[in-house]
C-alpha cells in the first residue's frame, strides 16, 4: 500500500460516498475504486459495503481507520519537518456557529495544509475577507458562492417514544420538551420566536452543546441535518415542515477580492458536488429564486 491509498480510504471513510470522496481528492471515480479495491486485497478484508446510496464501513474499515490517520497524519509531518518557512498570506473567515464538524473540517482542512497560508477564524461579525454564513444572514453589499443546501430535522433522545415514527409532525411536538439553539437561523420557523407561548427545556449555547442535551434526554431539538447526522448519540427523523437553509462563503462585492480569497473560492466550487441543487450567485448574490422557506 502507499500513502495515496491511504488517503484515498480515509477520504471515502469520511464521505460515505466514492463520487464525492474522488472529487475531494481531484481524481476520477474509478481510480479511488481501484484504489479501495487494491487495498482490500492487500488487507485481505472488505472495508466498505456498498448500496444504492454510497458505501458503508464494514468494523475493519472502523479499526483500520486510525491505523491509516496515524500514519497520512505522521507523513505530513516528515514532509513539513525541513521545510523552510515560506511567506505567508492570511485569509481571514467569519464562520457561524451552526455548521457541523465533517463539513467544518472538509472546509478548512486544504487552507490549514497550505503552508504559504496563515489561516485566521473570526466570528461571523467580526472583520472578515470572506465568511461561511447560511443565505438568509447574507448582507446586501455581498457576493455568494453556494456551497450545499440542508433540510432542517428533528434530534431525540434514542429511547424517546416519537422515535417510533418514520416522520414527525408539528403536532406530535406539542406539549413536548425541547432544546433551543441560541444561534438558530430559522428562529421564525422553530424556537421561542415561533411560539410566545412555549417554554423550552433548555437553551443551548452551541450545537455540541444542544446534541448533549438530547443525547441526556433533555428534549428534542430542530437542528440542520449536517449536524444532527454528525451525532451517534441522538436519533434523527424527518419534520413535516419543510424548512432548508442554504449555506455558502459571502464575500464584499465593493472591494476586488484578494488572490489569496479568489484561490481558495475556485478551490471551493471544483468540489461543490455536480447536481447539489445549487446555483452561482449574482452580483450582489441576492438576484437567484429559490423556494421560499430554503434561506
Known sequence: MDIRELRYFSAVFRERNLTVAARRCFISQPSIS????????????????????GVAPTKAAEQFHA???????????????FRKPAMR???????????????????????????DLALRLVGVDDAADARIVSKNLLRADEHFVPLWVERYVAALPPSHPLTLKERLRTADLAGTAM???????????????????????AIAESEDWAMALVAAGVG????????????????????DVDVKRQVGLAYSAARPPSETLQNFIAKLQRQRPKGSGVRS???T???DVYPQNER
Open 34 to 53: 481501484a484504489a479501495i479495491t487494491n487495498l482490500e486485497a492487500e488487507l485481505g478484508t472488505a472495508l466498505f459495503i456498498r448500496h444504492k446510496k
Open 67 to 81: 491505523v491509516a490517520r496515524r500514519i497520512i497524519d505522521e507523513a505530513d509531518a516528515a514532509r513539513n519537518l
Open 89 to 115: 498570506n492570511t485569509l481571514t473567515l467569519g464562520l457561524m456557529r451552526t455548521l457541523d464538524r465533517p463539513r467544518t473540517i472538509a472546509l478548512l482542512k486544504p487552507l490549514t495544509g497550505t503552508s
Open 179 to 201: 432544546v433551543d439553539r441560541c444561534h438558530c437561523e430559522q428562529s421564525e420557523f422553530f424556537g421561542r420566536a415561533a411560539s410566545a407561548k412555549r417554554q423550552p427545556a
Open 220 to 239: 428534542i431539538a430542530i437542528v440542520p441535518e449536517g449536524v444532527a447526522r454528525a451525532n451517534s448519540d441522538v436519533a434523527v427523523r424527518e419534520i
Open 281 to 283: 450567485a449574482g452580483k
Open 285 to 287: 448574490g441576492r438576484k
